[in-house]
């Protein structure tokens, strides 16, 4: 899944990948406002020079905050990004929208946005917002090989937009989970739902599976979410104010929940990540702070190993019952943010632990002198009883991995934010040590050589944080981010060299692999 809001890009070659950041527009005029006027004309976005072949750079964003928290790729090499932005009451929105847009209106304090960039990120193809007159944000896209945009996040808006014959079309409680349809132009909904109990939801990630049908995952805080007759989990598991993980299976038209489970056990769990196989069998991660959260026996670690465990669990193409399910993590925190498959349907976690005792496996390594909180990414058999690879990453402060993938040659990707000054950057590769401020960081890791190819910080002199990860069919890779640093390095030429905004802007990155290519990760 996919997530980033950075302001600023550059490119630069880091051991044997070219890194490409940003994307930026210019804002919208006022019309944007108009819901009835969703075509009106604006100046059309601009582009101050022609970038190389295949690069994009740029800001994604207004004067106030936009956040981005995942991107995915189509088959033609275009990016779509998807957050939220804020703009404050009463005040005119300057978010770059785009003409025929499905809605270039501003709705409430907080819209989910979707923008969708050109493959050499020369212009915004379209971009529109998503929400109601309450609060909604973006947390997770993926796209279909017709280029409609699939996207997942939580809105209190009980005027969200939603479609006919749907599986619901009233909001029922403090905050839904939707699921929202684009079609190719970004001009109208194939179909937008809702799927939520009394209290609060989320929706944290989306996937595809077969026959077009759409799997999300995320979180509920409600103990009478919708859950269907035969799934794993149909009652609610926490005590009191707590929480359990979702996972649901909707229909291509988006009007049959197929499947609904709780995954959780008697504290909080939280269902972060998604994936799945050509079967249709999800596979989700999480975390999770009680020794009841739903395991199999022969798992890799059926046992909780203490504090916080990230968990990876693989359900039935029916939902009714676990493939299997393991914890991960050692005797501290450790929590599991994103899921990817190779193209044996082998799953690769990646998350953040805070446990000197993580688990190894038959090819493990540690990546830095390690710290407080370090970034890792472990990968499981098929069966979920063998840990192939564990790696850890970090420097002496806090660093978390928030995306994965698995790339050409067997290698895997991971994203995500680093505040280490020691961050582990390879010999020879452009790295920011700064004092204890946040960073994007980018690795990849060779398995089978046990080896750090290489590994780059990107920052300026305040925060930023990577989020999502996506990798298209040549073998290139896609992050998203945010930055609220105004010197964030930007690349001459670029849409928007200057940062303007009062608060964090919205990027993306574009990952060039110089190596040997393989079939694309499912996702």
């Not at 839904?176 to 109208?188: A, E, N, R, W, Y």
């Not at 990860?469 to 930055?483: K, M, P, Q, S």
Request: hydrophobic share 35%; with cysteine; net charge negative.
């Amino acid at each position: 899944m996919g997530i980033l809001s950075l302001p600023g890009r550059f490119a630069v070659l880091v051991g044997g990948l070219l890194l490409f950041f940003g994307t930026g527009v210019e804002p919208a005029d006022s019309a944007a406002r108009d819901r009835p006027d969703r075509g009106a004309a604006r100046p059309p976005i601009r582009r101050t020079t022609a970038g190389s072949a295949g690069s994009f750079a740029g800001f994604l964003g207004g004067r106030e905050g936009d956040h981005a928290f995942d991107i995915a790729v189509d088959a033609q090499g275009c990016a779509y990004v998807v957050g939220y932005t804020w703009n404050p009451p009463g005040r005119e929105t300057d978010f770059p929208l785009t003409p025929g847009a499905w809605d270039r209106s501003y709705n409430g304090d907080h819209d989910a946005f979707v923008t969708k960039f050109s493959a050499d990120g020369d212009r915004i193809i379209y971009s529109t917002l998503l929400g109601g007159t309450g609060n909604d944000y973006g947390y997770g896209i993926v796209v279909d090989t017709a280029g409609r945009a699939y996207v997942t996040g939580s809105t209190a808006s009980r005027d969200f937009p939603v479609t006919p014959d749907t599986f619901s079309t009233e909001h029922s409680g403090e905050s839904d989970i939707f699921v929202t349809v684009l079609d190719p132009s970004g001009s109208g909904l194939v179909f937008s739902t809702l799927v939520g109990g009394s209290r609060e939801e989320k929706g944290a990630d989306i996937a595809l599976g077969p026959n077009g049908c759409v799997f999300t995952v995320g979180t509920t805080w409600s103990d009478d979410f919708p859950v269907t007759p035969g799934a794993f989990d149909s009652g609610f598991n926490g005590i009191g104010y707590t929480c359990d993980g979702v996972v649901f299976r909707l229909d291509a038209a988006g009007g049959d929940l197929l499947y609904s489970t709780y995954l959780g056990g008697s504290g909080e769990d939280y269902g972060n990540g998604v994936a799945v196989d050509t079967a249709g069998r999800a596979h989700v991660t999480g975390q999770t702070y009680r020794s009841d959260f739903p395991t199999t026996p022969g798992s890799f670690s059926p046992e909780f190993n203490g504090g916080y465990d990230a968990f990876l669990t693989k359900l039935e193409p029916d939902g009714s019952g676990l493939v299997y399910s393991t914890f991960l993590g050692g005797s501290s925190f450790d929590g599991g943010h994103a899921v990817a498959l190779d193209d044996q349907g082998q799953a690769v976690v990646a998350g953040e632990t805070l446990s000197g005792d993580f688990p190894r496996g038959a090819w493990s390594q540690r990546m830095g002198p390690g710290g407080y909180m370090d970034a890792f990414a472990v990968k499981l058999d098929s069966t979920g009883s063998a840990v192939l690879y564990a790696g850890v990453l970090g420097g002496s402060g806090y660093d978390w991995a928030t995306g994965i993938a698995e790339g050409p040659g067997g290698h895997i990707l991971i994203a995500g934010s680093s505040d280490s000054v020691n961050f582990p950057i390879r010999a020879g590769d452009p790295g920011r040590p700064s004092a204890w401020i946040s960073d994007i960081f980018a690795a990849r890791i060779d398995p089978a050589a046990g080896s750090l190819r290489f590994s780059t910080r990107l920052g300026g002199s305040e925060n930023e944080w990577g989020y999502g990860l996506a990798v298209n069919a040549d073998g290139d890779a896609f992050l998203t981010g945010e930055t609220w640093s105004a010197d964030f390095p930007a690349t001459p030429g670029a849409y928007d060299e200057v940062f303007d905004n009062r608060v964090c802007d919205a990027v993306a990155a574009r990952l060039v692999t110089l190596v040997p290519k393989k079939s694309p990760v499912r996702r």
